[in-house]
């Protein structure tokens, strides 16, 4: 009876600690916000071993492209076995991943033209300030980076461009790198905003949410603000603005990493692109 008893206890002491010691995936976390004047989902992963620590993580921001949403990376990225797996192998780092919700109310990670939905504004003046006081993580450029797919993928250039002093590393995936002319643009906003006509307004307006104007205007001693890891597949629609980001960064001698492997723009392709983007900010999370 004895021996039940202590081998009963120890398959218990066992379990609590095996669950204290694995990772944690919530996709339904909410943030107010007065900027968009509505709750705000987002999902989190959080490592194993976060549960039971005291010590805080670096952060990798991780947004999700157009018709998903927060839970895209959950549910069909797989993000928490691939994490799991890349931190277990060793080459991942332990790391928090929050996964903001950019679909709802209106889609897209940018200021609206018309300035009715700042959700630029919201992601930097209340979601990311919210996320840093709430969680455990380490709140200094060096170890906070973005990763995005598509629309995303879109949202971690400007976001990078934008606010070099923030980020460490930025990733983005098979990425929509905005008009690649100021005609595509109007046409563009001439369905999305129809009441914008105001052409100096709109050419100012591109010029701050398109890539290539960007990297362009990069000064020099801000080419290795941000490390650069851009992947696009060779049969993705939007290879060619990817190819040209690469280039204008040849160009203006910026340093980054260009990918180009087998695939196209589905799930398939990003999954595959997860762990290298993990080992990437890790590589910048570590002490050299």
């Not at 492209?65 to 069909?76: E, K, P, R």
């Not at 995005?148 to 923030?166: D, K, N, R, V, W």
Request: proline share 4%; charged share 25%.
């Amino acid at each position: 009876m004895k021996k039940v008893f202590l081998f009963s206890t120890i398959f218990i002491c066992f379990s609590l600690l095996t669950s204290a010691q694995t990772s944690k995936v919530s996709d339904n976390l909410t943030i107010a916000s007065k900027i968009l004047k509505s709750d705000r989902k987002y999902a989190i992963y959080l490592p194993a071993g976060y549960e039971t620590s005291q010590r805080s993580y670096p952060v990798l921001y991780l947004l999700h492209g157009a018709t998903d949403n927060h839970t895209g990376w959950v549910q069909f990225g797989e993000v928490q076995r691939i994490a799991d797996k890349a931190i277990q192998d060793g080459t991942a780092t332990a790391m928090i991943i929050v996964m903001p919700d950019g679909d709802t109310g209106r889609m897209g990670y940018f200021n609206s033209i018309g300035g009715d939905w700042n959700y630029e504004d919201f992601f930097f003046q209340e979601f990311l300030p919210t996320i840093e006081k709430t969680y455990r993580i380490k709140a200094e450029k060096r170890y906070r980076a973005i990763a995005g797919l598509s629309m995303g993928g879109g949202g971690t250039f400007m976001y990078a461009l934008h606010h070099p002093e923030l980020f460490s590393s930025a990733c983005p995936l098979s990425a929509y790198i905005g008009p690649l002319s100021i005609e595509e643009a109007k046409t563009r906003m001439s369905k999305s905003d129809p009441g914008i006509t105001d052409e100096a307004q709109i050419k100012t307006y591109f010029e701050k949410h398109n890539a290539l104007n960007l990297i362009d205007k990069i000064p020099d001693d801000q080419k290795k603000a941000v490390r650069w890891y851009i992947d696009c597949g060779d049969d993705d629609f939007l290879y060619e603005g990817n190819s040209l980001v690469h280039i204008a960064m040849r160009k203006k001698e910026i340093p980054h990493e260009f990918r180009v492997r087998d695939g196209a723009h589905n799930w398939t392709y990003w999954r595959e692109a997860l762990p290298t983007v993990l080992g990437f900010v890790s590589e910048t999370f570590h002490q050299k």
